[in-house]
């Protein structure tokens, strides 16, 4: 009885094919059976699931046996036989060989240990063949860009494998068909190809009977998002069968697939917000159990899908960058560096995760990284001099590697935040020496904002100059546009005054008047910080105060130079205040700089470089500047009031 049993139900499990065991059954005793097919299980790992075709052959042969032996199924609800109750953990015991299979896989460290691995096997079922191409992808793989050697494409083993998946692709289990895809287009196979074709209409067809669990469609929708054609009809059946599911089913992987494949459907995002909203939501709870590169997939997901509505999980996946700042690979640094960058997040304990890891690897990253790291620096206004000369050093060391986008990403940081590093003659002696050798390389655009850059921090491009105000140069900067947009114009004009104001040894070419612009304070593209406005305030009741009235001092200047000024008062030969509006016995302009927050680095009393380069400027232009920052207020109102009549007004100094 319990031999028939046992029988039966070895020709029902899914995961188990009868290799030589039916013989055994047949030639040893009942008392014998479960000791032969426990041994034939524990070496056995690689006994294969069957494809359909065999499980029908295999019940066949067994319903023969059963009959020869005259031997009927135990009646149900009777005591089981002690053979029946050790059968009972049969399935557990075949998902331990299976995770015994696929350890033995990851222990091998080349594509030829795989396949002679495989090569040893008499059989082998659709999901394990599917990992060995998958472990096969894991060792050969490079950059996750390259294609696999020529041997291992065209070697027996290999090709055996791909057969058995264009032969048996109808009868393969969901989750042996969905691996082989995913391990087929890893490996870079030709989409074209038969086997592909067989495989994505099979998928096709599974799809439309809706038979595919949720796992199963998210990892064919990261497989099809790597194929064209018939790839985006599909993806959009897998969403309309994941919008059925209860988010509670899905794995923190099938998470992250679920984002990835609406990243291929962007057009289909307004149409499904509100199950992305409902994702989003849910995706709070599993941000502990994710990966450095999920954490990172999911970011760049929500910044191509604009979901800037989701800042409260963007702020919990920040917190927990933190934590695998040093797990993550360069590129997945950079994607989440980009989304930060993006939502305007801001984190300083990211930033000093960031300054440690940087510190530490300072020669390694490599130029995509190291300019959107500055770049992170730039946006958020961090002046983080860790971080800024570890970038310096980076460029020093491989100026060769960086393209002309990447130098500009890795300069502007340096004259925005107004920060000479260390080594600055090594590295604008490096950065001279690119332009130079590759002057025509750089997009005219990039170059004048480099340029621009190292005028901010007392760096003078002198020897561009003359090829900068140059015709051929601005009309390449031009382009096929019409006009020269106003940050462009902004940038020359300022130069322009640089070449005049601190680099008088100049003789070269001027820039023509018809390029320059007549104001550097703009709505838009403005190289001037607007004044903080409740600073103004207390500085304007601290002046009246002290000078008595209203009418001796004028705000918002605007000066024949392009710059306003916030505050100007104006003083005779004796030193005395005259009105705003007196034009005549004029001996000094005080112009007072009321410099608020927005004006500094981040946390730091540290100008930002346009702020800097306008104090320098008005100083040769003649004004006396005195700066009222936020942090360190000059004026006090002790009690001393200044009249505006000369007999009894102090001097001013």
């Given at each position: ?91 557990q015991n075949t998902e331990h060989m299976d995770k015994m299979f696929h350890r033995k896989l990851n222990s091998f460290t080349s594509s030829e240990e795989v396949l002679s691995f495989v090569g040893t096997l008499e059989t082998l079922s659709d ?161 502990p159990s994710l990966s450095p590169k999920a954490i990172s997939q999911v970011l760049s997901v929500l910044v191509a899908l604009d979901q800037t509505h989701a800042l409260p999980l963007v702020i919990k996946l920040g917190k927990y960058v933190v ?50 790291i500055t770049q992170y620096c730039s946006r958020k206004r961090i002046l983080s001099e860790p971080i800024l000369n570890a970038a310096a050093e980076s460029f020093v060391c491989q100026s060769e590697k960086f393209s002309p986008s990447q130098i ?246």
């Amino acid at each position: 009885m319990a031999l028939v049993t046992l029988c039966r139900n070895l020709c029902h499990l899914c995961d188990f094919r009868l290799h030589g065991a039916l013989s055994a059954l047949k030639s040893r005793s009942a008392s014998h059976t479960h000791k032969a097919v426990r041994e034939h299980l524990r070496w056995s790992i690689l006994a294969p699931p069957p494809t359909t075709s065999c499980i029908q052959s295999h019940h066949t042969c067994c319903e023969h046996f059963c009959s020869e032996n005259s031997t009927e199924p135990q009646p149900i609800g009777q005591p089981e036989s002690p053979q029946m109750q050790d059968w009972d953990g049969f399935e557990q015991n075949t998902e331990h060989m299976d995770k015994m299979f696929h350890r033995k896989l990851n222990s091998f460290t080349s594509s030829e240990e795989v396949l002679s691995f495989v090569g040893t096997l008499e059989t082998l079922s659709d999901t394990r063949a599917a990992g060995a191409l998958q472990r096969i992808w894991e060792v050969e793989k490079k950059d996750d860009t390259g294609r696999l050697p020529r041997g291992v494409l065209e070697d027996r083993v290999f090709k055996s494998l791909c057969f058995q998946f264009i032969r048996q692709s109808p009868g393969l289990t969901n989750t042996g068909l969905v691996t082989a895809l995913q391990a087929l287009t890893l490996l870079h196979v030709d989409p074209q190809s038969s086997l592909f074709e067989n495989l994505v209409a099979e998928c096709h067809n599974r799809l439309q009977k809706g038979v595919l669990e949720v796992h199963d469609l998210c990892v064919l929708g990261q497989s099809l998002i790597k194929l064209q054609g018939p790839s985006r009809m599909l993806l959009e059946l897998i969403i309309g069968q994941l919008q059925g599911e209860e988010l509670d089913r899905f794995s923190p992987e099938d998470i992250v697939a679920l984002y990835r494949i609406f990243q291929a459907c962007p057009e289909k995002v307004d149409q499904h917000q509100p199950f992305l909203n409902k994702i989003n939501s849910f995706s709070l709870s599993i941000v502990p159990s994710l990966s450095p590169k999920a954490i990172s997939q999911v970011l760049s997901v929500l910044v191509a899908l604009d979901q800037t509505h989701a800042l409260p999980l963007v702020i919990k996946l920040g917190k927990y960058v933190v934590r695998h700042i040093p797990r993550f690979t360069g590129e997945e640094l950079g994607s989440v560096l980009e989304a930060f960058i993006y939502f305007g997040y801001n984190d300083r304990f990211f930033t000093k995760a960031l300054e440690h890891h940087i510190d530490t690897l300072s020669l390694t990253p490599n130029p995509e990284v190291v300019s959107r790291i500055t770049q992170y620096c730039s946006r958020k206004r961090i002046l983080s001099e860790p971080i800024l000369n570890a970038a310096a050093e980076s460029f020093v060391c491989q100026s060769e590697k960086f393209s002309p986008s990447q130098i500009s990403d890795l300069i502007e940081p340096f004259g925005k935040l107004n920060y000479l590093p260390p080594n600055a003659p090594a590295f604008f002696r490096k950065l001279e020496n690119m332009i130079f050798t590759h002057f025509h390389d750089f997009p005219p655009k990039k170059l004048l904002r480099i340029l621009h850059s190292c005028s901010l921090i007392e760096r003078h491009p002198v020897n561009f100059m003359a090829k900068i105000f140059s015709p051929y140069f601005l009309q390449q900067l031009q382009g096929t546009e019409s006009y020269l947009d106003r940050l462009s114009l902004a940038q020359l004009t300022q130069l322009f005054l640089t070449s005049i104001l601190e680099c008088p040894f100049y003789k070269g070419p001027r820039l023509l008047p018809k390029y320059q612009v007549k104001s550097f304070l703009t709505p838009c593209c403005s190289l001037e910080t607007p004044m903080d406005f409740q600073l103004y305030k207390s500085v304007m009741t601290g002046l009246i105060d002290l000078l008595g009235a209203r009418q001796y001092f004028a705000s918002k200047v605007f000066t024949p130079y392009c710059y306003t000024i916030d505050v100007e008062i104006k003083l005779d030969a004796e030193g005395f205040v005259l009105p705003c509006t007196a034009d005549e016995d004029i001996h000094k302009r005080v112009a007072l700089c009321v410099d608020g927050p927005r004006r500094f680095c981040f946390n730091s009393s540290n100008l930002l470089g346009k702020e800097a380069i306008k104090q320098r400027h008005l100083r040769l232009l003649g004004y006396e500047v005195v700066q009222v920052s936020f942090h360190l207020f000059l004026f006090s109102l002790k009690g001393t009031k200044c009249s505006a009549n000369p007999a009894d007004q102090a001097s001013y100094t």
